[in-house]
């Protein structure tokens, strides 16, 4: 089992940088991958980055692509979602995921889920 906390939320406008955090405890000797995912009210659910045990491969949605930066520190058990550039519409409540195995972009191959983190970007 692992445990995901979610830090760095908060309000900024249009233009402007957050970073996330996510602090993993619990069994993090195994591999896991770690991703980001975000949610509106009435959404599903929208895949944002995703990382591998490693940290030598990221995979970035579409809409954040060159924008957002997604790195881990092991050491630390640690995910970083740095946001850059930030628009409107990336105003969402921002939760951190981990799976043993391989990075994917899926919510649904995720068994572990963070509490969660508002991002509010004003215009």
């Known amino acids: 089992q692992v445990q995901l906390v979610e830090s760095g939320g908060g309000l900024v406008q249009a233009g402007g940088s957050l970073r996330l955090s996510c602090a993993a405890s619990?069994?993090?000797?195994?591999?896991?991958?770690m991703a980001w995912f975000r949610q509106t009210p009435g959404k599903e659910r929208d895949f944002v980055a995703t990382i591998t045990w490693s940290g030598g491969s990221t995979s970035y949605a579409d809409s954040v692509k060159g924008r957002f930066t997604l790195s881990r520190d092991n050491a630390k058990n640690t995910v970083y979602l740095q946001m850059n550039s930030l628009k409107p519409e990336d105003t969402a409540v921002y939760y951190c995921?981990?799976?043993?195995?391989?990075?994917?972009?899926?919510?649904?191959?995720?068994?572990?889920w963070g509490q969660g983190t508002q991002v509010t970007v004003s215009s």
């Open positions: 995921a981990a799976r043993y195995g391989s990075a994917l972009s899926q919510p649904g191959r995720y068994a572990y």
């Open positions: 619990g069994r993090t000797s195994s591999a896991y991958a």
